[in-house]
């Protein structure tokens, strides 16, 4: 059963860094996409960047000058720093497992296994 | 690129549903789309994938479809159950972007 569980700071100050850790259970890290995905109090989903195993990453236009996501393939984990947080930053955190693929020339980029997610507060 | 979703619909049990998903120009015309569905507190989970492939242990209740030439998808629901309400996300992908929809939130009354 493959399991995805994040971990880190629940409590973040204003302009410092977010930075969370997935850890992989019941699956090999290699020929997938991992994922960051993030929901405010009260809102929709918004999809923060993805690392493949071979370390090719790509981030939302709208986070990337502040975020960096990493891995750690022989511990089976991968992690988010989200640089210079603000109060809008604020939101549940969820990792997920991606599969991409071209399937009859057309693009899939889907999420089929999700952590449990976390909540990250940014406060002084 | 953005997938619009309708706020919120409602539906009594026992009835059918569609909830659609239009893209912006041209975005779905080479990409697939994918349903999640999220209950209160908890992760989403995956209702339909590759535009109308229902994820392992989704009921044949829940259907998906598209129409590129349109740019839209629609997730449809019939047989509706209280356990059904919650709420759903379209998402797809393009050009290094994955993109959700605003989400749609179902209710069964």
């Known amino acids: 059963q493959v399991q995805l569980q994040e971990s880190g700071p629940g409590l973040v100050k204003p302009s410092e860094t977010l930075s969370l850790m997935c850890s992989v259970s019941g699956s090999s890290i290699s020929g997938y996409y991992w994922s960051w995905i993030r929901q405010p109090p009260g809102k929709g989903l918004e999809w923060i960047g993805y690392?493949?195993?071979?370390?090719?990453?790509k981030y939302s236009s709208s986070l990337k000058s502040r975020v960096t996501i990493s891995q750690d393939t022989s511990k089976k984990q991968f992690s988010l720093n989200l640089r210079s947080v603000t109060a809008a930053d604020t939101a549940v955190y969820f990792c997920?497992?991606?599969?991409?693929?071209?399937?009859?020339?057309?693009?899939?980029?889907?999420?089929?296994?999700w952590g449990q997610g976390t909540t990250v507060t940014v406060s002084s | 690129f953005i997938l619009t979703q309708p706020h919120a619909v409602s539906e009594s049990p026992g009835k059918t549903i569609t909830i659609s998903c239009t893209g912006s120009s041209g975005s779905l015309a080479r990409s697939y789309v994918q349903w999640y569905q999220q209950r209160p507190g908890s992760a989403p989970t995956t209702v339909i994938y590759e535009d109308n492939k229902r994820a392992s242990g989704v009921p044949d209740r829940f259907s998906g479809s598209i129409d590129r030439s349109s740019n839209s998808a629609s997730l449809t629901i019939s047989g509706l159950k209280t356990e059904d309400e919650a709420d759903y996300y379209c998402?797809?992908?393009?050009?290094?972007?994955?993109?959700f929809g605003g989400g749609t939130k179902l209710t069964v009354l």
């Open positions: 998402q797809s992908y393009d050009t290094n972007n994955v993109v």
């Open positions: 690392i493949h195993h071979s370390g090719d990453s």
């Open positions: 997920a497992r991606g599969v991409f693929g071209v399937v009859f020339n057309n693009y899939y980029y889907g999420m089929d296994v």
